[in-house]
């Protein structure tokens, strides 16, 4: 995750903000207390489902990244051996089909508790992130939940600072259903009589990201417009200097423009594990893949592998090629064998590093976003 990336963003209100009084309230013995921002739970054992959600219409939810903070203030088991489960954050619809945050009683501990992430299509499980991370009870932590294309990934803060957190998922593929129904929180009914109970919180549920802008939102959000983002691709052996200029250009016009050399933290070393893990969240979260095409990049094996990953992850491409560039050299190879001929595709040519921001900034400002 680049530095800066969690700083008072994530969890402020630059977001869209969920009113969680505007929501439906299942709760026939009262074990909720819920504000606009905040829902509380006390004593909510197993034996019935209770739970807070909306209805945002059908095939509401595809890609989003939420946003929201929890805490676990109490477990109670009479039963140190099984592990004590509520639903801290679910997406839904009918059918079985589930993308969940389970908080899990660390087994033979009434102080600890894990994480469980997981997708569900027609009632199966398709795979399950079982956190590690012991959490403590009675200390709040900060969730960001993410899902682009086939992909999801939930990481988990420690404050609303930090720019690095202390569990992730890393992304798990499954299927691109959209979603209809969110829960937070929801008591697990598994049909038995127990004394189980736990208590705890969830608060400041956001929306960083929308659906569509087609969808219309429903009153319990406050929309604030949010920046579009933007990965920048290129070979830097020969087109540094392009990329810086563009970079810059289109921050100053507010869009969110990511470059690894000036996003990813110098201390993280050039095309290690963590600078690849970086640089995948930002390029799978982007909205608009700018590739900057000069002498040499169809043969570099990080443009490539990037130029794959935004297929996979069907984000939306602007091919920009270096007047001089010779046709002939727009043919790729990837290594899953995969051949292109990107002269086949739309593709604008610049001449210089202000050639190149203007004729972007001319085809954001076609779209509406300047």
């Not at 839904?92 to 089909?97: Q, T, V």
């Not at 079982?130 to 403590?136: C, I, K, R």
């Not at 563009?246 to 016009?253: C, I, R, T, V, W």
């Amino acid at each position: 995750m680049p530095e800066g990336r969690a700083r008072g963003t994530m969890w402020g209100r630059s977001s869209n903000q969920v009113d969680f009084t505007k929501w439906i309230i299942q709760d026939p013995e009262k074990k909720f207390v819920v504000t606009p921002e905040k829902v509380l739970w006390t004593h909510v054992d197993r034996t019935r489902p209770i739970q807070v959600y909306n209805d945002f219409t059908e095939n509401f939810f595809k890609d989003f990244e939420h946003f929201f903070s929890a805490q676990i203030t109490r477990i109670d088991n009479t039963a140190p051996t099984r592990r004590h489960m509520i639903t801290l954050w679910k997406m839904w619809d009918h059918g079985g089909d589930v993308l969940s945050v389970y908080a899990a009683q660390v087994k033979e501990s009434n102080d600890k508790w894990n994480i469980i992430f997981f997708q569900r299509r027609k009632g199966k499980n398709l795979w399950v992130y079982s956190g590690s991370y012991p959490y403590d009870i009675n200390k709040k932590y900060f969730f960001r939940v993410v899902r682009k294309g086939k992909t999801s990934r939930i990481c988990v803060f420690e404050d609303d600072k930090s720019s690095r957190p202390i569990e992730d998922s890393g992304f798990k593929a499954g299927v691109t259903d959209a979603y209809r129904f969110l829960s937070v929180p929801a008591g697990v009914n598994v049909n038995v009589e127990t004394e189980d109970w736990t208590s705890g919180s969830i608060e400041n549920l956001r929306f960083a990201k929308l659906i569509s802008d087609s969808v219309q939102l429903p009153a319990s959000i406050t929309v604030v417009k949010k920046q579009t983002k933007i990965f920048i691709a290129y070979y830097r052996m020969t087109a540094g200097n392009y990329a810086r200029h563009l970079a810059e250009g289109l921050k100053d016009f507010n869009f969110d423009a990511f470059l690894d050399v000036a996003n990813i933290p110098d201390t993280i070393i050039n095309y290690s594990d963590g600078w690849r893990e970086i640089r995948d969240e930002a390029l799978v979260s982007s909205e608009l893949f700018i590739l900057i095409m000069t002498r040499g990049f169809e043969k570099a094996p990080e443009v490539l592998y990037e130029m794959q990953l935004s297929d996979d992850n069907n984000v939306e491409k602007l091919l920009m090629k270096r007047k001089r560039l010779g046709y002939t050299d727009l043919k790729v190879k990837f290594e899953n064998g995969g051949e292109y001929d990107l002269s086949e595709c739309p593709i604008l040519s610049f001449t210089d590093q202000w050639d190149l921001l203007r004729q972007v900034l001319d085809v954001l400002d076609a779209k509406g976003l300047i």
